[in-house]
């Protein structure tokens, strides 16, 4: 039999709070999420004393697997990993519920230590992350226990599992479900006590980047964003969330927007845990990343262990899946970026988002010509873009549908009058370099001199008599000029 063109993977976290399947396909080396399933399940407050969970617990758990192996029915047994957490790891009588989910899924479950979890937590971000240079700190606050790591790219440098999560945190200090002040800031005093172990360390080692995953920090993220932007947490937040937890009084009446009940009654505890995060390590604000445990697993086990932009895979992943014509995409991205060097917009953000859409602006035409630029800037709007934040997906896409023809600026309308000028000068550059390469020749485009003032007027100096020699060009610029002209730009040339 042959092997499957797109190979499936899957990867099974047995976490402290919630059990959560992933299952995903290989594609030209990226992985494509197919699909995400997750269920509460709460282990670990179902967890008592002397660390026995309870036959509740390990039914409830059970049950949870039975769906899960429906799903994965085809999939290759070495192609699935299964993990389980902190609460797997406390308990005593872990091997029943172990033997019996093995017997049910038919795959080896394992229990990973704090600092191995921490490590694919890690992956997880850093793969689907905005790649860069720069240090990063990473933040998991799970069930039963908080991740913290150190790393650089797809390295990490330090890797600590504290004994505190969300749940356990709320069932120590919120046992009688009364919130207060004094039973809020017991909790903060007490992560603060896990967090003495790590700080001076972690302090040293020190960071450019805080990026928070998963259950807490991903819940704390969306009540801040409701407005669909993307600001980063913040302590100032943290500390207002926990003044509108306390005004609930009790855990079973806490509503937030867009959060379920499950996960309201266990916010407290995570975020004394989050703000005491915040305090010991001095950290101004945290961004928040989809990938995590999960998407570590993934990763770890296709082997991958290249130190590259995750963001350049993806790039090329699309060019090759839309058959673009690469020569052709090289050199609009040649001319694009020797134009964008003239200007003084000039720097690497500007550079990767011209450079990328310049490789991607053809994708549509694998659905049709007929107004290809709205058919790639669909692709690429609603495609799962690993390594893209929404904002930079919304940025490509919009240069993507603007390349040619009438410009839909109502796009811009999202963003702040700097980025709406930045992005419309951009636009300008990649449109000037589609009509520069229109004949799609080998042919190299001319040193030509440009100035862009202030995205209102182009100015293009050629070469003596080279415009002459290239009636099309001419023809295209001209035709340009008049598509320019509609929003306000002028174009002239000589």
């Not at 001095?282 to 990938?291: F, K, N, Q, T």
Request: net charge neutral.
């Amino acid at each position: 039999m042959s092997k499957p063109q797109h190979p499936q993977l899957a990867a099974i976290d047995l976490g402290s709070n919630s059990f959560h399947l992933s299952i995903a396909r290989l594609v030209q080396g990226e992985i494509q999420m197919v699909e995400r399933i997750g269920e509460k399940i709460q282990l670990a407050s179902s967890l008592n004393d002397d660390r026995i969970l309870s036959d509740d617990a390990i039914s409830r758990g059970l049950s949870c697997l039975e769906r899960f192996a429906q799903r994965l029915k085809g999939i290759p047994r070495d192609s699935i990993r299964i993990v389980g957490t902190n609460t797997l790891r406390a308990a005593r009588n872990r091997q029943q519920f172990i033997q019996a989910a093995e017997s049910l899924l038919e795959c080896p479950v394992e229990v990973i230590s704090g600092r191995e979890e921490a490590r694919l937590i890690y992956l997880g971000v850093a793969h689907t992350h905005s790649d860069d240079q720069e240090r990063r700190l990473v933040v998991d606050i799970g069930g039963g226990s908080t991740e913290l790591t150190i790393g650089e790219r797809f390295s990490p440098m330090e890797l600590e599992s504290l004994h505190m999560g969300c749940i356990s945190y709320s069932l120590r200090f919120f046992s009688n479900g009364q919130l207060n002040k004094q039973s809020f800031q017991r909790a903060i005093n007490a992560a603060h006590s896990e967090l003495l172990n790590i700080r001076s360390h972690y302090l040293r080692r020190g960071w450019n980047d805080v990026v928070g995953s998963s259950g807490t920090i991903k819940a704390a993220f969306h009540l801040l964003n409701q407005d669909k932007h993307h600001h980063p947490i913040t302590l100032k937040f943290l500390h207002s969330l926990k003044q509108q937890l306390i005004g609930f009084d009790s855990l079973d009446k806490i509503q937030l927007r867009g959060i379920k009940d499950n996960r309201a009654a266990i916010m407290p505890g995570g975020i004394a845990i989050l703000i005491a995060v915040f305090e010991a390590l001095e950290i101004e604000s945290m961004s928040h990343s989809e990938g995590a445990l999960r998407e570590g697993l993934l990763y770890d086990q296709i082997g991958r262990r290249q130190h590259e932009d995750v963001r350049e895979r993806t790039i090329t992943a699309l060019m090759e899946r839309y058959f673009v014509d690469m020569d052709y995409a090289s050199n609009v991205e040649t001319t694009a970026l020797r134009c964008l060097a003239q200007t003084e917009l000039d720097s690497n953000v500007n550079r990767e988002l011209l450079g990328w859409s310049s490789r991607l602006h053809e994708i549509g035409l694998a659905i049709s010509h007929s107004q290809f630029q709205k058919h790639g800037s669909y692709l690429i709007r609603h495609s799962d873009l690993v390594g893209f934040n929404q904002r930079e997906q919304q940025q490509l896409a919009l240069l993507v549908r603007n390349h040619r023809r009438k410009m839909a600026l109502s796009e811009l309308e999202s963003f702040n009058p700097s980025q709406r000028l930045q992005l419309l000068s951009l636009t300008i550059l990649l449109r000037l370099a589609i009509a520069l390469h229109h004949s799609r020749q080998p042919e190299q485009v001319p040193d030509l001199k440009l100035n862009l003032n202030s995205g209102k007027k182009l100015t293009l100096k050629f070469p003596k008599d080279w415009l002459e020699s290239h009636p099309l060009t001419q023809a295209d610029l001209e035709q340009e000029a008049g598509y320019l002209k509609a929003i306000g730009v002028t174009l002239k040339f000589n």
